[in-house]
């Protein structure tokens, strides 16, 4: 599912209403069937982005700048004469060959969403990360940097309730009321994904998340990289085929095997993690795709470079890098909370968006780049 949003990151949105009786938080235009909300951290969260609740709650959001992201790039972070300053050797990244192919498609499964129509683009050569950014990988840059991210910031971000203690659900007085299993969880950040008292130490290779639109870009900035367009994750989630559902093929299990961490059972109520996995899995779980890329679909959401618009030409496009402007910025790939009969959002031409100071327990990212970035 997509993930709550939240307020924006001058600061927290004050018009929240909530149902007596039942404390939620009550988000404009309900959340559609079969969509996922974005990602949102904060009691704050006002929209549900036009999701069905598996993505994440989102903050009415401030747009972010590329002077922010700049500020942890290399050139403002110069290495310094004590150990630990210098980023760590890049990550794999694997090389997406130039091409041309059919991006989004003539059978949206979700319309509201944009996915039609489908349309030719062809792309440059580029890198994209084989592997979602991982907690490990995070904590490189917070300690060479000391950065601080929007969640920490704002002081809490958006939780699924399934992975909460009892004790933790007992303080939480209010909810998503477009979807309840949503909860504003004050102290939850990338260092505690679950609230006071959880913790990454036993999971340094699992997919960093309550990270934002504006975390991700200052990440990629650090590493020498950049966030992809939608048009590059499309096409590198494709993996070199033509018009399939999946990165994998049309068939959402080949021969019985699972190619990707979403949900299984009943939605929200039981996962029943026949996918080896209850939340999220480790970054290089399940077979990779054609391109070498893992996880590129299911476990966590990935933000993308684009401003959100479901509004697109069925004209050609070279190297298209969305719109100029915008509220909400595009996430792809779905996520471990995701579900056919309630956020059918794991397709290469799935989309959904959030605010770009929005976070949640399910949105991640992965980096790309025009050239291999070398450690400086």
């Known amino acids: 599912m997509a993930a709550p949003a939240l307020g924006s990151a001058g600061g927290r949105g004050t018009g929240l209403a909530l149902v007596v009786l039942l404390p939620l ?35 009415p959001g401030a747009p972010g700048s590329a002077a922010a992201a700049h500020r942890y790039s290399r050139e403002a972070n110069a290495p310094g004469p004590g150990p630990g300053q210098r980023p760590p050797a890049p990550a794999k990244m694997v090389l997406i060959p130039a091409g041309v192919f059919t991006m989004g498609t003539d059978d949206p499964q979700i319309k ?66 477009a979807a309840p299993w949503w909860l504003p969880v004050k102290g939850s950040s990338w260092r505690h994904p679950e609230g006071p008292g959880s913790t ?15 975390d991700a870009a200052a990440f990629c900035a650090w590493a020498g990289k950049r966030l992809p367009t939608e048009a590059e994750w499309e096409y590198s989630c494709r993996g070199g085929l033509r018009d399939r559902l999946f990165p994998w093929g049309n068939k959402l299990q080949p021969k019985g095997q699972h190619y990707a961490n979403i949900w299984q059972g009943e939605f929200p109520v039981t996962d029943t993690g026949e996918d080896g996995f209850r939340g999220t899995a480790p970054v290089d779980a399940f077979p990779p795709n054609g ?79 025009d050239r291999l970035p070398t450690a400086s």
């Open 291 to 369: 391109y070498g890329l893992y996880n590129i679909v299911g476990n966590v959401w990935e933000w993308t470079s684009d401003w959100w618009t479901a509004d697109h030409s069925a004209g050609e496009a070279l190297n298209p890098k969305g719109p100029p402007s915008g509220k909400d910025r595009v996430k792809k790939g779905g996520s471990y909370m995701c579900h056919k009969s309630y956020c059918y959002r794991y397709r290469c031409a799935a989309r959904s968006q959030n605010t770009p100071d929005s976070s949640a327990s399910n949105l991640g990212f992965r980096c790309a780049a």
């Open 112 to 177: 509201q969403d944009g996915e039609a129509p489908a349309r030719r683009v062809t792309l440059d050569a580029f890198y994209m990360d084989a592997y979602e950014v991982s907690n490990a990988d995070f904590e490189k840059f917070v300690n060479s940097t000391s950065y601080l991210t929007e969640a920490e910031k704002f002081g809490d971000s958006f939780v699924f309730e399934g992975m909460l203690s009892e004790r933790v659900k007992t303080g939480i007085q209010q909810a998503v009321a």
């Open 200 to 214: 990454v130490r036993h999971r340094p290779d699992h997919p960093v998340l309550h990270v934002s639109w504006n």
């Open 25 to 59: 938080l009550v988000l404009p235009g309900g959340a559609a069937a079969g969509e996922e909300a974005g990602a949102g951290a904060g009691a704050t969260a006002t929209s549900l982005a036009g999701s069905c609740g598996c993505g994440a709650p989102q903050r």
